[in-house]
């Protein structure tokens, strides 16, 4: 390691990667970075693993990795072994070939621990404050609300990744956004970030690792930090973090994977440490107060298009950027809205609260305070399914799921579902959906559908009126 880098101020992710840099590559900012920890699935491993096979190679770190099923897999409440989908299931039995063959440890489909994979790694404490993350899914940005830095990778780079224990990879230019003021009532963490993006831009944070600061993250839980970390992808980050507090460190204590006794107090001696040094410089910084927040939805098919739900919908005719304009037209086109058209006067077909960006435990609390004593509107589908199955089984012990079946949600098993729509949960053309997702785009949801991103009690406030509305007025209706 170069002494000139150890002496100067230094931001939280040049720590991360000056402790992981194998070898520096060239001049350009290429490394040979080590990776502690790799989070596997069962849609993007399949061709990593046969290139490991062809080239009879074997796996350098097997107790490294975490296998889960958690994308093809069908959410039905009567779980089966064996997917209905043939395709599933064709997937998710060569991924068990594939763990048992080289030795990586698989949550199945019947496993107690069985989940999206951003949600079970946390809850496992199998990711852990100052490591190093790489997973199939860009969505991997999650961990960095626990201290570490996750990133998503490619097919090709997995099978490197399970052969060496080590990525070529390229530094980043970082970036801090520094959030202020205060999280006013009904305002979660997913209006933030959503404030953020619809700020920056969905490519604002292109080729940069994000840091989060300021009081409103230390005032937030961690589940409520990782909905942020998840999300700064949408911006383009290829990173997110946050430094680990105390409430990290009380997160972790005692889950199953996380050190115990005499080693715990010495990882979280060496934990406090991991900060951005006081006088380190970011390669870009923005500000964002949030204490006139409202809630956030979006609009159109990118995540940026977003506004606050006492707004109308925007008028392309005033963007002054001609290829701009074009998009917003193509967003209005596809989403069959009119520009001026009050957001809470959109009407839905659906409401979905899943993902791993808003179906742990902590969102499906919030949704039970807004739907408790309600029903959802006629003509409206509303489909719950919480982030693992250790989610499921805490919000049946707290009777949650009483509550959501009784107001009329169907109360599903974990999984990725119709987040992004590979397995059986797939939406018809023109279905309209409230959806506590991360993602809008053209057919996210399947062909022609048309999909509404909001936090999950924004979603569950939408089932309940059967149109966009404002959660903070639920109960004050004249």
Sequence with gaps: ????????????????????????????????????????????????????????????????????????????????????????????????????????????????????????????????????????????????ALGAFGFGIGTSQIEHLLVTQTLVYKRLKTMRVILTGAVGLGITSKDIIMAVIEQIGASGATGYAIEFTGPVIDALSVEARMTICNMAVEAGARGAFMAPDDKVFKYLKDKPRAPKGKLWEQAVAKWRHLRSDDRAVFDKEVILDIDHIQPMVTWGTSPDQAVTIGSRIPDPETEPDLSKRKGLERALDYMGLEAGKPIEDISITHAFIGSCTNARIEDLREVACVVKGRKIAPGVRGMIVPGSSLVRAQADAEGLSKIFIEAGFEWRQSGCSMCLAMNDDILAPGDRCASSTNRNFEGRQGAGVRTHLMSPAMVAVAAIKGHLFDVRNLGKEV
Excluded: W
């Design 1 to 144: 390691m170069n002494l000139n880098t150890q002496q100067r101020p230094r931001t939280l992710y040049d720590k991360h990667i000056d402790a992981h840099t194998v070898s520096t590559l060239d001049d350009n900012g290429h490394v040979l970075l080590y990776i502690d920890r790799q989070v596997l699935n069962e849609y993007t491993s399949p061709q990593a693993f046969s290139g490991i096979r062809d080239a009879k190679r074997r796996v350098r770190r097997p107790e490294t990795a975490l296998a889960v099923v958690d994308h093809v897999n069908s959410t039905e409440v009567q779980r089966k072994a064996v997917q209905p989908d043939e395709g599933g299931a064709l997937q998710v039995s060569y991924f068990k070939e594939n763990c048992d063959a080289f030795g990586i440890e698989l949550f199945d489909i019947l496993d107690a621990r069985q989940g999206i994979e951003h949600v079970v790694a946390p809850e496992q404490g199998f990711i852990l404050p100052g490591m190093v993350v790489a997973a199939g899914d860009s969505h991997t940005t999650t961990y960095g």
